[in-house]
């Protein structure tokens, strides 16, 4: 019996103490590895004549990138995801500092760090404690929310980048609404779609008049690319969590007929009318058609206006060809190299090899953030997780492409790449709620939206409970058993 214990306490040792010691060890070396990247990473900046502004940049990335890993590690997060994220910050931080036009502290992008990484702590502790987003009042509440900041957009907001209306200036800065209402959007489809196993009509009709809305809004101020975004997470949403795949079949082939016809339509008044017309909403509706045509017709030739709407594309392009393996001296002019056009510059600067590695990291934050969403236990937290991811590759994908020529330009930004403030804001908190989810040990998702059924089934169960303990009360005093028994 003796020598039986020994044994089984040797091979409790032998299990228990080697893994432990590989995961310390893991956690280490991943963490010198990064240190030695963002010392590398320090070195390309300073070879390039930016090393004072990124030193400078230093202080907010060190915090955000150390700190986080300190969260991620406390709360057992993702950490791979967490990794991924950091060196495309990493990149993002880098090129930004090579744009630079003089070697300075570049004190709005420290407040877009600083405030970036307040808001995704917020937002990380509001979701994992509030659960009311996920009843019918919270959701009503987000739709509620949502159709303000869209009216405070069309009011107040200025128009800017070729009449796209959607900025509006706050204490002299300006902010993009649309970026924090592409996250409520997909907050309320999880309310309405993923609050039960299977949803009803009602919420699949709640869901679409819910998307026509946000796509009305966004149609209005001209900002297509993000209208084209919540188009594509309304299709994954359904085709995800809406068990009848007849329905997606039916919402895909409706939508690819109404495309359609609305092409037909749009052509045919441009055609019909010359592009002008006499009455403001005719006008209005002729400019963002007008709008979109020329997109398209820039995309498949160039040339036909290349000092006009062709010219970042070219310059893209002479940007793209001048960049070899590991970068070039050569500086491409570009409309919005640190925005719309950070790619070509990032390729660049930096050359093909940096270029390739941000796609990789693109690709692996895929794949991770589709481990986590097969991980989680509920199909609320599942949405949230897979449509926030959805629209982080999907708008990387979209920028990517459209800056190298494979489909047409949108006026959208990298993520995490991009200098944009509103936007990067946006991105840190939809990876502060990812990681959140990643975590677990969350609130249940589960919602019937009945409110007042459920209150009455409390009400009709505790009734009876009542009237029996009011009944034996009195059957005691009376003593009705006794005298039966007797």
Not at 32 to 58: D, E, W
Not at 68 to 91: E, I, N, Q, S, Y
């Amino acid at each position: 019996m003796a020598k039986k214990k020994v044994q089984k306490k040797v091979q409790r040792t032998q299990k228990k103490e080697p893994a432990r010691a590989d995961k310390k060890y893991l956690g280490v070396q991943t963490l010198v590895l990064f240190i030695l990247f963002q010392l590398v990473s320090l070195l390309t900046v300073v070879v390039s004549g930016r090393g004072k502004a990124y030193l400078y940049m230093m202080i907010p990335l060190v915090i955000i990138t150390y700190g986080g890993w300190f969260f991620v590690r406390k709360m057992r997060a993702d950490t791979p995801f967490f990794l991924d994220v950091a060196m495309l910050l990493t990149f993002g931080t880098m090129i930004q500092c090579m744009l630079l036009k003089e070697d300075t502290v570049p004190k709005s992008l420290l407040i877009i760090y600083v405030l970036s990484a307040l808001m995704a702590l917020v937002a990380g502790f509001l979701y994992k404690r509030c659960s009311f987003i996920a009843s019918a009042n919270g959701t009503a509440l987000l739709i509620v929310v949502s159709i303000v900041l869209y009216l405070a957009t069309l009011v107040l907001g200025a128009a800017v980048g070729g009449g796209v209306r959607n900025w509006i200036s706050v204490g002299g800065m300006s902010v993009q609404p649309s970026e924090f209402n592409k996250i409520i959007y997909v907050l309320v489809m999880a309310g309405l779609l993923c609050t039960k196993d299977h949803p009803g009509k009602k919420r699949i009709w709640a869901s679409i008049f819910v998307t026509l809305v946000n796509l009305g809004f966004l149609g209005i101020q001209g900002e297509f690319g993000t209208f084209l975004l919540i188009l594509c997470t309304f299709l994954c949403l359904i085709f995800l969590f809406v068990p009848d795949i007849k329905v997606f079949a039916s919402i895909f082939s409706i939508l690819v007929a109404a495309g359609a016809a609305v092409a037909a339509c749009c052509v045919s008044l441009l055609k019909i009318t010359g592009g002008s017309s006499n009455f403001g909403p005719m006008q209005f509706i002729l400019n963002q058609v007008q709008k979109i045509v020329n997109r398209f017709a820039v995309w498949l030739d160039p040339n036909i206006d290349p000092q006009g709407a062709s010219y970042q594309i070219l310059q893209a392009r002479k940007a793209l060809l001048n960049s070899n393996l590991f970068g070039s001296d050569t500086t491409t002019p570009l409309s919005n190299p640190t925005n719309d056009m950070v790619f070509p510059a990032l390729t660049e600067r930096c050359g093909l090899l940096i270029a390739l590695t941000v796609c990789i990291l693109f690709g692996l934050l895929l794949i991770r953030g589709t481990r986590i969403y097969f991980h989680c236990q509920d199909r609320y937290h599942q949405a949230v997780c897979a449509g926030l991811c959805f629209q982080l590759i999907l708008q990387s994908f979209i920028i990517i492409g459209g800056s190298i020529g494979m489909f047409p330009l949108t006026g959208i930004t990298l993520p995490l790449i991009s200098r944009g403030g509103t936007s990067l804001m946006a991105t840190f908190i939809i990876l502060a709620v990812i990681l959140v989810i990643s975590a677990g040990n969350l609130w249940n998702g589960r919602r019937d939206y009945s409110s007042y059924d459920s209150k009455l089934q409390k009400a009709r169960a505790v009734y009876p409970k009542r009237i029996s303990s009011v009944r034996n009360r009195n059957r005691r005093r009376t003593r009705v058993d006794d005298t039966r028994e007797s």
